[in-house]
């Protein structure tokens, strides 16, 4: 399986270090950052690299920008990549508390080598899941927006299971009218049933996905 490693280490010799061990375990691409900031900088040209398994290997501890910031920082952006952290022994806690926000894992240092690959492989796979997770809520998102609003109003009294004639009576339509439109919210959703309908939806909402439409809900 090919994946990518990224590391933020102001420690150029461990950097150095790393990206050896790293080159020997069958990493094929292996880059360095020096600080938070270089790596931002260079972030919005590795947007089709993440679309791609890897890794974000980084310190907890690094000037200007510490590691616990960037992080945040890249959660808030929705970042697919699981990350690795690399602490002291004084920031064990601190390596805690990203892990219960999210971070994949943490390595203390000095390194054993062989848990450090370990943990790489581990996260890499995960990130072929998060890849498909994030592109399959992104196309249903699209997918939805697709909608007008009164197709939006029907699909919410699907998502219900109520029927045809339930929803038409809700809605002063005719059945016919109802049922067109149903045909054609299960084709802009690429659905064949309602019950593939409302589980896909499902899933969506469990990945983190947002209701476009909160103000058509059905009343």
């Known amino acids: 399986m090919k994946y990518h490693v990224l590391m933020i280490e102001d420690d150029l010799a461990l950097a150095k270090s790393l990206e ?25 040209s590795l947007q089709t690299l993440f679309q791609e ?50 971070a994949f894992d943490y390595l203390t240092k000095p390194f054993d080598p062989m848990a450090l690959i370990q943990k790489i492989q581990a996260a890499a796979h995960s990130c072929t899941a998060r890849i ?19 197709e939006t109003q029907v699909f919410l009294r699907i998502l219900n299971n109520q029927t045809n004639r339930e929803i038409a009576e809700e809605m002063h339509n005719s059945t016919r009218t109802i049922e067109n439109h149903r045909a054609t919210i299960l084709k802009k959703m690429e659905s064949s049933t309602a019950l593939e309908l409302a589980r896909l939806h499902e899933r969506f909402l469990l990945l983190g996905g947002l209701e476009p439409f909160a103000n058509a809900k059905a009343r």
């Open 20 to 44: 050896t061990l790293l080159s020997s375990a069958g990493v094929q691409d292996t880059r360095h950052f020096a600080s938070a900031a270089d790596f931002l900088h260079a972030f919005p």
């Open 132 to 150: 498909a997770e994030q592109a399959f809520k992104t196309q249903h998102g699209k997918k939805l927006l697709l909608l007008t609003p009164h």
């Open 53 to 102: 398994p890897g890794c974000l290997l980084m310190d907890v501890r690094m000037p200007e920008m510490t590691g616990s910031e960037l992080f945040h920082e890249l959660r808030a952006q929705s970042f697919v990549w699981p990350v690795i952290f690399m602490t002291g022994h004084g920031d064990l806690s601190m390596a805690v508390e990203l892990i219960k926000a999210g």
